[in-house]
Every structure is written in structure tokens, then in C-alpha cells.
């Protein structure tokens, strides 16, 4: 099968908000159909996050969604693989693992260290997926958070 991905544009926004409100949800969060569009308009927009679609019979079935960030250590740009989905209909087919390839793609071409995401735990196809595509697991560092009241 041949992958049809590309970089998003402004066109897709629709079929992109919906995949997104979609990602949220599998994330527990409340459907925001109109507040996905916003977002995602402003970063298309903005040019700050790489997104890349996946097309499937002329119908954007998942995306990636990078955020640019950098390493002071390396001195170089690191990626922040921030979102990656597709939705229920279509996964099985190696859709996450063609976005992916392309964000290792993206990685390549920027002249970057690498890049990194977090998942949940309970999230067993991602925690599979991951390790399968390269990714190592980080044991020896601990992540923390701070959120804003």
C-alpha cells in the first residue's frame, strides 16, 4: 500500500479538526469540534508545529504534530512528536507508522538531534507502536509538571 502523506494545509482544516477532537477525546478530554479548529488554524497559521496528514481515498484518516523545540546540551533543534493519530476506522493499515517515518523525515531534514513524546501508560497500541518504530523508553529520568491554576 502506498502512504499519501503530506504537510496540512489550510484546506484540510475541516476533516483535521475532526481527527483532533477525536485524538482529545481518546485522551479524556470534552469534545470541542469548534475550539479544535481554532487551534489548528492558529498553528497553520503561525507556522509553529509541523502537521502531516494522511490521506486515504481522498480523506485525511490520521496526522502528526510536531512541535520545534532545542537542546541545549546538543546544541541542536529537538522535535516534540506531540500528537499522532488515526482514526478507529483506518488504524491496522501501518498509517502510524508511515507518520512516523515522516516525522523522522522532519527530523533528518532540519538538521535535528532527534525527537521525543510521552504517552500514557494505558495507552498499550501506543506503548507497542513506539518501541516497534525505533523509540527508546526512558527509565532513568523522571518528568515532571507544572500547570498553571
Known sequence: MKNNIRKATPEDLAQLSQLFDEYRIFYHKT???????????????????????????????GFVQLYPLFSSTRMKRYWLLNDLYVNIDSRG??????????????????????????????????????????????????????EVD
Request: charged share 35%; with cysteine; net charge negative.
Open 31 to 61: 469534545s470541542d469540534l469548534a475550539g479544535a479548529q481554532r487551534f489548528l488554524s492558529e498553528r497553520l497559521e503561525k507556522k509553529d508545529s509541523e502537521i502531516f496528514v494522511e490521506e486515504d481515498n481522498e480523506k485525511l484518516v
Open 93 to 146: 493499515k501501518g498509517f502510524s507508522k508511515a507518520l512516523i517515518e515522516e516525522a523522522k523525515d522532519l527530523c533528518r531534514t532540519s538538521d535535528s538531534c532527534g525527537m521525543y513524546l510521552e504517552t500514557g501508560k494505558e495507552n498499550i497500541i501506543g506503548n507497542q507502536l513506539y518501541p516497534s518504530a525505533g523509540f527508546k523508553k526512558y527509565d532513568e529520568v523522571n518528568f515532571y509538571e507544572w
